[in-house]
């Protein structure tokens, strides 16, 4: 079956002034649908038409690397931009989270450190990841689209840390740009619903 791209879950600019509506035109309707539109040629006529998005992703990366490249960053930009939301981020955790972030990473500042040290030391493009493995939260980082899934996890928060996800608004300042994502746009209750679709 042929993949589509789903619509902001936002207005353009509603999540400025820490990710501008130019930054999300590009990173949305250029870069994602990109990577759609690559995948979507690539699967045509082959047995990965009948699978799931995940399925595919999970094996492509250990049998077909340029299909895993798009259809990884096809997945993971369909669940970062419901990782964001106006007026998100901070410490305003649902209790069940904040439990978990507590018991697993140390609380919510160990969490913050790690999360923000993990984009900042992923080397070139990938992504920063808060994901469950066995039953309890880790944080990790992965070159270019890697996730989780290929790491035997589930993510639950993802921060892309390719230069179109930051330089029209931060230029080379990632460190910025990864303080205002934690601090200003994580939609904490979409965390929250992947993290209990991962522990259930």
Known sequence: MAFSLPDLPYAYDALSPHMSAETLEFHHDKHHNSYLETMNDLIKGTEYESMELEEIVKKSHKENQKLFNQSAQF????????????????????????????????????????????????????????????????????????????????????????????????????????????????????VLERYEAATS
Not at 114 to 140: C, E
Not at 147 to 158: A, F, K, Q, S, Y
């Open 75 to 190: 997945y993971n930009h369909l669940h970062f931009w419901n990782w964001m939301k106006p007026n998100g981020g901070g410490k305003n955790l649902p209790a069940k989270l904040q439990e978990a972030i507590e018991s697993d990473l140390g609380g919510y500042d160990k969490f913050r450190e790690d999360f923000i040290n993990a984009g900042k030391t992923q080397f070139g493009s990938g992504w920063a990841w808060l994901f469950v493995k066995d039953g309890k939260l880790a944080i990790d980082n992965g070159l270019n689209g890697e996730n989780p899934l290929v790491m035997g996890g589930t993510p639950i928060l993802g921060v892309d840390v390719w230069e179109h996800s930051y330089y029209i608004d931060y230029r080379n300042a990632r460190p910025k740009y990864l303080e205002a994502f934690v601090d200003n746009l994580i939609n904490w209750d979409y």
